[in-house]
């Protein structure tokens, strides 16, 4: 497998970003010079004009290291040993980004370590949705000072770190449920020299009065969440790169892919300011099942604007704005504590 096809999750073309069927993923740039770029001086040349421009910073860092000297060196005992376990770890089908032990997401070099959840490439796509928004709406957004961000479910710390380091006056509050998680969210941000502007804690969500532990922080500005959307049913199908490294509880998102987006929908009326907003990553049939989920709870005083598609052309990212006075949500809009029905 290649590594763009671990990045999109499956081994065919035919996987979205967690892995559903019926997507159209990106595949690795076929060598410019075919066979002919046998000489490994020639294949890292060619490599480089493909991996740099595509903004994969760490593999063109690697590649650049490759002096002309060292590519006619024979390997040491020891090379050749490192060589044979990464090489060993790969055809045991572990992620690329395990191995390596970091990824580029957004331009930051981020470590990653299993079983915390792998940043996919569309999702670069939800903050960059994101930094639109602020953009376009600076003074809604963060009158005072940049916009006081909260993210639910911070995996590697991707979403969180990426915001920050685009903008400079935000400060952001980080919670996962999954110790693991949230290790490698505080030592990501300690290596890129961002944790004075980000609070990171354990939470889950999905336990009732859970939203109580954020209200000390004070309202929101945006939430922002790639939650587990997987269909309970497709856990199965997924590729054993995911499967069988990755934390299932990232991933699994219930019956319908819903058990999580439904504690976040109910979560937005009680944290976030007036005509504030909340952007979710979810599986191309949500659109639909979130609109008419929040059609039949108008008192959650929240409306669908937006549905954006992902680079392969599935509605992938959901733009929600909250209106009416801050805290207007009844106590009974919380959902219980098992997964909420999902309108068929």
Same mark, same amino acid.
């Given at each position: ?6 990045? $999109? ?9 967690? &892995? ?18 046998? !000489? ?8 480089? %004009?493909?991996?740099?421009?595509? +903004? ?13 000297? =060292?590519?006619? $060196? ?19 089908? @572990? ?16 470590? @990653?370590?299993?079983?915390? #959840? ?12 994101? /930094? ?6 600076? %003074?809604?957004?963060?009158?005072? +000072? ?6 639910? &479910? ?9 915001l920050l380091s685009q903008l400079p006056q935000s ?12 290790? =490698? ?16 804690? *354990? ?9 109580? !532990? /954020?209200?000390?922080?004070?309202? @929101? ?9 997987? #269909? !309970? ?14 934390? *299932? ?7 319908k892919g819903m058990a999580v987006i439904v504690h ?37 005083? =929240?409306?669908?604007?937006?549905? %954006? $598609?992902? #680079? ?17 949500? !009844? ?12 309108? &068929?």
């Amino acid at each position: 497998m290649t590594s763009a096809e671990s990045r $999109k999750g499956k081994n065919t073309q035919d996987s979205g970003p967690r &892995g559903e069927a019926g997507g159209s993923g990106p595949t690795t740039p076929r060598c410019p010079l075919g066979n002919s770029a046998s !000489h490994p001086s020639t294949r890292v040349s060619v490599t480089l %004009r493909v991996l740099v421009p595509r +903004g994969d910073v760490s593999t063109g860092d690697a590649f650049q290291s490759l002096r002309p000297g =060292l590519l006619s $060196k024979p390997l040491t005992p020891w090379q050749l040993q490192c060589v044979q376990e990464l090489s060993s770890r790969r055809l045991q089908r @572990m992620p690329v980004q395990y191995i390596l032990g970091e990824w580029d997401f957004c331009g930051l070099n981020l470590k @990653m370590a299993p079983p915390v #959840f792998i940043p996919r490439p569309e999702t670069e796509e939800l903050v960059e949705w994101v /930094l639109e928004e602020v953009a376009q709406k600076p %003074r809604a957004v963060g009158a005072q +000072g940049g916009p006081l961000i909260l993210e639910v &479910g911070c995996g590697s710390g991707a979403i969180s770190l990426s915001l920050l380091s685009q903008l400079p006056q935000s400060r952001v509050i980080a919670v996962d449920k999954a110790g693991a998680a949230i290790s =490698l969210t505080q030592e990501n941000a300690q290596r890129l020299q961002l944790q004075d502007r980000i609070r990171i804690a *354990p939470l889950d969500v999905t336990l009732e009065g859970s939203w109580a !532990h /954020l209200l000390p922080w004070g309202p @929101m500005d945006l939430l922002v969440s790639n939650p587990p959307y997987v #269909f !309970h049913q497709d856990m199965e199908q997924l590729a054993p790169e995911i499967r069988s490294y990755e934390d *299932p509880a990232a991933l699994d998102g219930g019956e319908k892919g819903m058990a999580v987006i439904v504690h976040l929908l109910a979560l937005a009326p009680r944290l976030l300011k007036d005509s504030g907003s909340l952007f979710l990553e979810v599986d191309p049939r949500h659109p639909e099942l979130v609109g008419s989920w929040l059609q039949s709870r108008p008192g959650l005083s =929240l409306e669908l604007v937006a549905v %954006r $598609k992902d #680079f392969c052309g599935r509605p992938r990212f959901l733009h929600i704005r909250r209106s009416g006075p801050h805290g207007g949500c !009844h106590v009974d809009a919380w959902p219980a504590p098992q997964p909420a029905e999902v309108p &068929g």
